[in-house]
């Protein structure tokens, strides 16, 4: 009889461990949940305010890698303050102080080293500063934490088309948009590297999957009209790119991409009209100047050719790179 006794007392005391373990795991799960809510909308915000969306928490694994790895004590201590820093530096990408935006972001994953909003938004700010190997690092480190997200893998594949890795690129692009079908970016991106391959069939299938997608988007119709350009087809290139700057809230890039077109279809004059309006909209435009550079240098002008070529390549050095041929 007190064997049996000891056996139901072993055998309630393991009962209620069990049911101990059980509301600490739903209890830690609630935790995860409300933690990911308050991150998904803080990216909400800055999606709105830089345009560009932010990985978005996968609400399917509560128990992450991060989860696993970290003590309830590390979390609470590390999280609240990375989150802080990645608000600091969400504000600082929002005010355009890129580099500033950079340091919060490093002391964010200081804190959290799998952050995976961090390493995304510092690749943004990587990008904004023409740093694409740094950039690309951070991309692949998202990706390294969080697979699935579509908008890592078309922001990586920008930074390998800027280093001049365009199968690379692709390759990139293919995996966003089986991700994100409805991803106009991920199509308009997609549409410009095939182009520079020399897909063009496929690279207008892809615009115009994106103006579908989205009718009002600037970026779809002047990639498609230098699409054109690629075939000779004038009329078409100057329709797209025209309603493109009507459109467009970035007129600077427009600009420069209707200056392209103009010089490849053989009008210097208007190329360098537009290319000079792109730099006075925005004085950071590393191609603006360097396709400039070209037209002047077509003009016999080597001199303010040769200034303008040391002013892109001040920006980036490697922005051979990024013309579109």
């Known amino acids: 009889m007190s064997s049996d006794k000891q056996i139901n007392g072993v055998t309630n005391m393991t009962r209620i461990l069990i049911m101990v373990g059980v509301l600490a795991l739903v209890l830690r799960i609630q935790l995860t949940f409300a933690q990911d809510a308050a991150s998904k909308d803080a990216m909400d915000a800055l999606d709105k305010a830089l345009g560009q969306p932010v990985p978005a928490v996968d609400q399917q694994s509560p128990l992450s890698t991060q989860?696993?790895?970290?003590?309830?004590?590390?979390?609470?201590?590390?999280?609240?303050?990375?989150?802080?820093?990645?608000?600091?530096?969400?504000?600082?990408?929002?005010?355009?102080?890129?580099?500033?935006?950079?340091?919060?972001?490093?002391?964010?994953?200081?804190?959290?080293?799998?952050?995976?909003?961090?390493?995304?938004?510092?690749g943004n700010a990587y990008i904004l500063l023409w740093m694409y190997d740094l950039a690309k690092t951070d991309l692949s480190s998202a990706i390294a934490v969080r697979s699935n997200t579509a908008s890592s893998y078309r922001l990586r594949a920008s930074t390998k088309r800027m280093l001049g890795d365009l199968e690379g690129a692709l390759e990139d692009l293919d995996?966003?948009?089986?991700l994100d079908h409805a991803s106009e970016k991920a199509f308009v991106s997609r549409c410009y590297t095939l182009a520079k391959i020399g897909k063009i069939d496929q690279a207008i299938m892809d615009c115009d999957r994106a103006i579908e997608i989205n009718p009002n988007s600037a970026e779809a119709y002047s990639s498609r009209g230098l699409v054109w350009t690629k075939i000779g087809d004038k009329q078409k290139a100057m329709s797209d790119l025209n309603r493109a700057i009507d459109l467009g809230k970035n007129s600077s890039a427009e600009y420069m991409r209707r200056g392209r077109a103009y010089q490849l279809l053989g009008d210097i004059d208007a190329a360098i009209s537009d290319y000079t309006k792109a730099i006075e909209g925005d004085t950071e435009q590393a191609l603006a100047y360097y396709y400039r550079a070209l037209a002047l240098r077509d003009k016999g002008e080597k001199d303010k050719a040769s200034a303008d070529e040391a002013k892109a390549k001040a920006i980036y050095s490697g922005i051979e790179n990024a013309v579109f041929k």
């Open 67 to 122: 989860q696993k790895k970290y003590s309830e004590k590390s979390k609470q201590e590390g999280s609240i303050s990375s989150q802080e820093y990645i608000e600091k530096g969400k504000s600082s990408l929002t005010n355009k102080q890129y580099a500033q935006a950079v340091d919060y972001f490093t002391k964010a994953l200081e804190n959290n080293p799998e952050a995976v909003s961090a390493y995304y938004l510092r």
């Open 175 to 178: 995996k966003a948009v089986s």
